[in-house]
C-alpha cells in the first residue's frame, strides 16, 4: 500500500474492513488501489464504494445491530419506566401535599 501511495485514512478504512470480516485480502487488488490514490479528504469516503462487496456487508451488520441496540434499549426502557414513573408519582403527590 505504501508504493501506492494511500492516504493513511484509505489504510484505516481498508485494514478496518478486512479485520472485521467485510473483505477478503484478495479483494484488494491493485487496481481497486489505483482509484484511492489522492488526499485522504477525497480518498477515505471512496473506499466502502470501490469495495463494494464489503459495503454490503457492512450495511447488513450496521442493520444487525441496529436491531440489537433497539431490542436493548426497548428492554432499558420497559425496565425502568415503571418505576421512575412510581417515583415521580410519589414524589409529586408529595409536593402537591406541602402546598
Sequence with gaps: MEEKEL????RF???RLVSKGHLA???VTPEKLDLLRGSNKESA????HVFANASEKLVQ???AFAQEMAANVKSCI???LPA????CTVALGRTRSRT
Design 61 to 63: 451488520f450496521d442493520q
Design 13 to 15: 478504512e481498508i485494514a
Design 45 to 48: 469516503p471512496r473506499v466502502l
Design 25 to 27: 485480502p484478495k479483494e
Design 78 to 80: 420497559d425496565a425502568v
Design 7 to 10: 492516504a493513511w485514512g484509505v
Design 84 to 87: 421512575l414513573l412510581t417515583t
